[in-house]
């Protein structure tokens, strides 16, 4: 990315390692704050090297990992959701794909959370 003068990079935390680590192991929540951490560092290191990058911290998503939970946890989750769901594939994938376009191509160092209102600013 240095050599071509232009890069994006996006990175997946979770609300874990933003907001409240109380609702995952201190493995999952450090790692997931470390991701936030490691993306400021890149974002300040290589601007001028027109690289960016960028976190997302998504909620309450159907994957590979919330299938470990019990529907019983995944459903009380969804109900302190405000929007009332979880998140589909599509809508992480466009908040990567804003981060990816040229629209964005003056952000650099933060985190964008998709959580259907479960943490405001």
Sequence with gaps: MVSQGWGRIVNISSRAGRYNPNQA??????????????????A???PRSGITCNTIAPGIFKSLLTQQI?????????????????????????????????????VTGACLDVNGGHTMS
């Excluded at 192991?25 to 890149?42: D, W």
Aim: net charge negative; hydrophobic share 45%; charged share 20%.
């Design 25 to 42: 192991g201190p493995a999952y929540a450090a790692s997931k704050a470390a991701m936030l951490g490691l993306t400021r560092s890149i």
């Design 70 to 106: 019990s529907s019983e946890v995944f459903d009380s989750i969804v109900a302190k959701t405000p929007m009332g769901r979880s998140g589909s594939a599509d809508e992480l994938g466009a908040a990567v794909a804003f981060f990816t376009s040229d629209d964005a191509s003056f």
């Design 44 to 46: 300040n290191d290589f």
